[in-house]
């Protein structure tokens, strides 16, 4: 694997693997890499030729108070678990090559609407910073597919809608959410858990499924199903943040006539605030 940290540089690289004819693979990073990354590695590695991975903790997406400069930074360990994957690139660039003219005049991509709600609402500013970062990260390395996690289930969908709003040559693909032996969605924010915490945290995942089968043998009682949702959670330790059963196509909340859906939740627990999901069709 070569570890590149210019946009220079980068290009000319790929550009001599595009004359070759080579698709080119993408998964985006914030690094300290998990078996989750590991995992969209490998399905870039299905779909095209040469996979290309991305390391950069993006300061935009961080709010006030939030920990981007405890975000952990495991450069080495990384290139080593890429490598043992069989990725073919990594990009991990500083600020600077990022944001040149500093972040204050760093042109904004914003995704209206569908950035404004559930995360977007916890966190604002959140995926103006995700979108620009991922559509710099695209024009940077021009890949013909990029993996994304299904975890942040509203991040996907901004990413996809982004890309169709501004026709962006890029296919998104969807990965599934990795789990560890007890159901607990892998997380780098799961390292700020304590062991007790560890297994409080997979209480998230057992709720989403507690709503889930209750869907599943016909009840249409979505806000009671949120509310008994969150007081489980509170129950368990957590604080909450939000909970919806939501149409899977525009993450607008549900109706009694909706088939595909998706159910969005984010918690705090201890230092962490973490997030899953669980897709339903009726």
């Known amino acids: 694997m070569i570890t590149i940290h ?31 990354h590991l995992q969209l590695i490998d399905q870039a590695k299905s779909c095209s030729d040469i996979v290309v991975s991305s390391i950069f903790v993006n300061p935009l997406q961080f709010g006030a108070g ?16 890429l490598a043992s994957r069989g990725c073919n690139f990594l990009f991990a660039p500083t600020d600077a090559e990022v944001y040149p003219h500093g972040r204050e005049a760093q042109t904004q991509v914003e995704v209206p609407v569908i950035s ?17 970062v991922v559509c710099k990260l695209f024009g940077m390395v021009q890949p013909d597919v990029a993996i994304f996690g299904e975890k942040d289930f509203q991040q996907l969908m901004v990413i996809r809608r982004m890309t169709e709003d501004l026709s962006l040559p890029v296919e998104i693909q969807g990965a599934p959410i990795a789990r560890n032996e007890h159901g607990l969605a892998l997380s780098s924010r799961n390292g700020y858990l304590s062991p007790e915490e560890l297994k409080t ?9 507690t709503t889930r089968d209750a869907l599943l043998s016909g009840s249409k009682a979505f806000a009671e199903l949120e509310e008994q949702a969150q007081n489980t959670l509170e129950t368990a330790g957590f604080k909450r943040d939000y ?4 149409r899977r196509s525009d993450l607008q909340a549900a109706s009694e006539d909706d088939n595909a859906i998706v159910i969005v939740a984010a918690a705090y ?13 009726l």
């Open 201 to 209: 945290a997979t209480v998230l995942n057992q709720t989403l499924r």
């Open 243 to 246: 909970y919806k059963i939501c």
């Open 116 to 132: 404004d709600m559930y995360c977007g609402e916890s966190r604002p500013g959140h995926f103006r910073g995700v979108s620009t």
């Open 269 to 281: 627990l201890g230092p962490a605030r973490l997030i899953d999901n669980i897709q339903i069709d």
């Open 66 to 81: 939030e920990d981007l400069d405890n975000y952990p930074r495991t450069l080495l360990a990384d290139q080593e678990k």
């Open 6 to 36: 210019t946009i220079a540089e980068l290009r000319a690289a790929l550009s001599k693997e595009r004359f070759k004819g080579k698709r080119i693979g993408f998964v985006p990073t914030m690094g300290n890499l998990h078996e989750g």
